[in-house]
């Protein structure tokens, strides 16, 4: 794997990118970055806390303010779901990186987030989760360079088929004079 790249993981709440973030930094040696947390660091207090006090819209300028001055190498980077609505911020993770698309179906992330409004996830007034995953999918794929379908697949397994994906793109990058 190329020094200095970083390993970007995008898609819904819920979808893995936390837990696979953490376990993929271990098994590739690399630091962990959760640009969750560094928002909560950032402003002091937790996503939902931002999004039920200042909305929406403040959020995301949040968010895209942290994500686009991020300066990282060598780095896991677990994203919010919502990341991916700011152009901006997409452009300088793939700068520095390479992005995945850890892909969930809807059932199975309406399964495993039990408890949508206190887990900081940005759901404009009047959509439903579906809603939310129906708008984000066509984006996630738009900005991924590699998509992982994690259906029915345990965290080991999903780990070494990012690793496997992630050597694939350096073998075709040095393969074309990248």
Known sequence: MRKNMNIVLIGMSGAGKSTLGVWLAKALGMDYVDTDNVIQQHEGRLLQ?????????????VEEKIVSELQLKNCI???????IYSEKAMNVLKQG??????????????????NITTRGIVIKKGNSLEDVYEERVPLYIKYSDKTLDCSNKDIEQCVSEIIEKIQESDCDNSTNGK
């Open 49 to 61: 806390d931002i999004i039920d006090n200042d909305g929406i819209e403040k959020f995301m300028e």
């Open 77 to 83: 980077i677990s994203t919010g779901g919502s990341v």
């Open 97 to 114: 990186g390479q992005i995945i698309y850890l892909h969930v179906p809807y059932e199975e992330i309406k399964r495993r987030l039990i």
